[in-house]
């Protein structure tokens, strides 16, 4: 074994034991945790708020994302090209700022907000909030991974797709998103469990309603780690299971891939 590779399984093995460290360690205490918190009315309604709402943020962003992603993939244009960069902006603004910025347009002296509040309904310190917070913290994940996706995707899928007789909707959806599915997949598993995360934009625009992000964060104010543990395993869980979906579509793609996946050229002979 040379020094370059005993250097690099170093290195990579430092990363991975900090990385896989705190994980040990809350599985090692499990057998201390007062479990029974997990079904405190506060806990449960945190968490189920967290799910709602992570679930119709990723959704919003699927939606609105993908033929954002899309149209970023697909053009050669300078102009087009400054959506990427607009794109990552939330992910170069520290969460807590994104809030900040957030209130600044949806507060509630706001003109947006003051039109919210006349028409029977509030932008902030509500489940609209929490959801605004989300979406902008988030988006990113899924539209910089899904046109980092469709950009792999040979566009002469595309034209076979057209050629064969499919709009360009049916084509987007039946041939562009499946062959992209692996980085779209990863990009809303990580939308997905960020939004049920995140805490510095929820903070300041929503604080009330509590997601679970907050709820354990005055958890901690009041108990430290023994009331905050148990929140944290069953967000743990979640985290793991929405790995596992990933690794899933990655596994099933590349399955289909293999099994069933026709060249442009043979498909349209094929037709003849």
């Known amino acids: 074994m040379s020094l370059f590779t005993i250097l690099i399984l170093g290195l990579a093995a430092i990363l991975v034991i900090y990385t896989m460290l705190p994980i040990v360690g809350i599985i090692l205490r499990i057998d201390t945790l007062d479990l029974t918190s997990l079904l405190s009315s506060q806990t449960t309604s945190a968490m189920m708020l967290s799910l709602e709402t992570a679930t119709a943020s990723t959704a919003i962003c699927i939606v609105l994302g993908l033929p954002l992603a899309y149209l970023i993939a697909r053009s050669n244009s300078q102009a087009v090209q400054l959506l990427r960069v607009a ?14 910025l957030l209130l600044n347009i949806y507060g509630e002296d706001s003109p947006l907000g003051l039109m919210a509040q006349h028409a029977g309904f509030r932008l902030t310190q509500s489940t609209i909030g929490i959801v605004l917070a989300q979406v902008y913290v988030i988006s ?5 991974t899904a046109s980092a996706g469709i950009e792999k995707v040979d566009i002469n899928y595309e034209h076979a797709s057209r050629i064969l007789g499919r709009g360009p909707a049916l084509t987007f959806l039946t041939v562009t998103i499946p062959l992209a ?6 990009g809303i598993s990580l939308a997905w469990i960020r939004a049920i995360g995140e805490f510095g934009a929820n903070v300041m625009v929503a604080y009330n309603p509590k997601p679970i992000s907050i709820q354990l964060w005055e958890y901690n104010a009041l108990g430290g780690l023994k009331l905050v543990m148990p929140g944290v395993l069953i967000v743990l869980v979640f985290s793991f299971a929405s790995i596992a979906f990933w690794f899933w579509v990655m596994n099933l793609r590349g399955h289909r891939r293999k099994t069933s996946l026709v060249s442009p050229s043979e498909q349209y002979h094929d037709q003849d």
């Open 87 to 100: 794109t990552a902006i939330p992910l170069a603004i520290p969460p807590l700022i994104s809030g900040a």
């Open 140 to 144: 990113p994940f899924v539209v910089l």
């Open 181 to 186: 599915a692996k980085e779209i997949a990863a």
